[in-house]
């Protein structure tokens, strides 16, 4: 399908080393000049259910700057666009919960936010696992909790659980395990 959008000029507005945030002045699909804002992450959002032999899981806990709020999620955090992925994954659930796993899937590539953002998110499901260590970065101060799979899908469905990667993800899983 055709693009009905056309950019007349792009500027940057600002950035640092997780975001760029650009201005763009465009002709809008009824023809008509329009501006439209757009974040770019320099990372790939990357988000992990682990989910023992057990059917138990691991949920994160942090307050959200943005939200002002506290939050319950998968593990999650960003890849740099030139590493693998799966790399990342598994580097960001060592650091977030001590876990590691022998057998990955992925499960899911979504868009966070499309009408603002084009970052791209990648959801695995991580199985056989083994505890270790956590190793937060210094701007985490996380709660990490195990829980029944069970347990962490009717956060989600009684709204407990608001983060969209962390929403799709746990119901996703419920689906392939047929919970």
């Known amino acids: 399908m055709e693009?009905?959008?056309?950019?007349?000029?792009?500027?940057?507005i600002y950035q640092n080393p997780w975001i760029k945030v650009e201005e763009h002045q465009v002709v809008i699909p009824?023809?008509?000049?329009?501006?439209?804002?757009?974040?770019i992450f320099k990372n790939k959002a990357l988000a992990i259910v682990p989910?023992?032999?057990?059917?138990?899981?691991?949920?994160?806990?942090?307050?959200?700057?943005?939200?002002?709020?506290?939050?319950?999620?998968?593990?999650?955090?960003?890849?740099?666009?030139?590493?693998?992925?799966?790399?990342?994954?598994?580097?960001?659930?060592?650091?977030?919960?001590?876990?590691?796993?022998?057998?990955?899937?992925?499960?899911?590539?979504?868009?966070?936010?499309?009408?603002?953002?084009?970052?791209?998110?990648?959801?695995f499901l991580a199985e056989d696992l083994a505890q270790g260590e956590?190793?937060?970065e210094e701007t985490e101060q996380l709660q990490i909790i195990k829980l029944p799979l069970k347990e962490a899908i009717q956060k989600v469905m009684d709204g407990e659980i608001t983060d969209a990667i962390s929403v799709a993800g746990l119901l996703k899983v419920a689906r392939i395990l047929n919970l």
């Open 3 to 12: 693009n009905p959008w056309k950019t007349k000029s792009k500027a940057t």
């Open 134 to 136: 956590t190793e937060f």
């Open 30 to 39: 009824s023809g008509k000049d329009g501006i439209y804002g757009k974040v």
């Open 51 to 123: 989910v023992d032999n057990d059917l138990n899981t691991w949920l994160v806990g942090q307050f959200r700057y943005t939200l002002d709020e506290y939050s319950w999620e998968i593990p999650m955090g960003g890849g740099l666009l030139e590493v693998d992925i799966l790399e990342s994954a598994k580097r960001e659930l060592k650091e977030e919960t001590g876990l590691s796993a022998n057998k990955w899937t992925q499960i899911m590539r979504i868009h966070t936010s499309n009408s603002v953002t084009d970052e791209e998110g990648f959801v």
